[in-house]
């Protein structure tokens, strides 16, 4: 079963930038969709963006469109998501999870369709 680990957390200042690696360990995803999702205290983990396999078709939730970008390099099995004009309300540990299902071409938004899971990247953002 492949392992996800991430990585790139920190403290950053309201406005600044992160950029968040999610790395496959004994095993490859490269045929399946990564998703990233977040869990902020006392709150149900959410969907943050995905990208499919092939990196043609990506998502983000509303609330990060247009300052958060997912991308890959399945040479390196790796998948980043950075981050811009990071606000408070981006604080939360960020966790990646590999899709259940291969070369789909469109990545699920669904917990419930991610089926390995990283140990998670504390976020934290200061106003």
């Known amino acids: 079963q492949v392992q996800l680990v991430e990585s790139g957390g920190g403290l950053v200042q309201s406005g600044g930038s992160l950029r968040l690696s999610c790395a496959a360990s004994?095993?490859?995803?490269?045929?399946?969709?990564v998703g990233w999702f977040r869990q902020a205290p006392e709150k149900e983990r959410e969907f943050v963006g995905a990208?499919?396999?092939?990196?043609?078709?990506?998502k983000y939730a509303d609330s990060v469109k247009g300052r958060f970008t997912i991308s890959r390099d399945n040479a390196k099995n790796t998948v980043i998501l950075r981050m811009n004009s990071l606000k408070p309300e981006d604080t939360a540990v960020y966790y990646c999870?590999?899709?259940?299902?291969?070369?789909?071409?469109?990545?699920?938004?669904?917990?419930?369709?991610?089926?390995?899971w990283g140990q998670g990247t504390q976020v934290t953002v200061s106003s």
């Open positions: 999870a590999k899709q259940a299902a291969r070369l789909r071409l469109s990545p699920s938004t669904s917990r419930s369709e991610y089926d390995a």
């Open positions: 004994r095993g490859t995803f490269n045929t399946y969709g």
């Open positions: 990208i499919s396999w092939s990196a043609s078709s990506t």
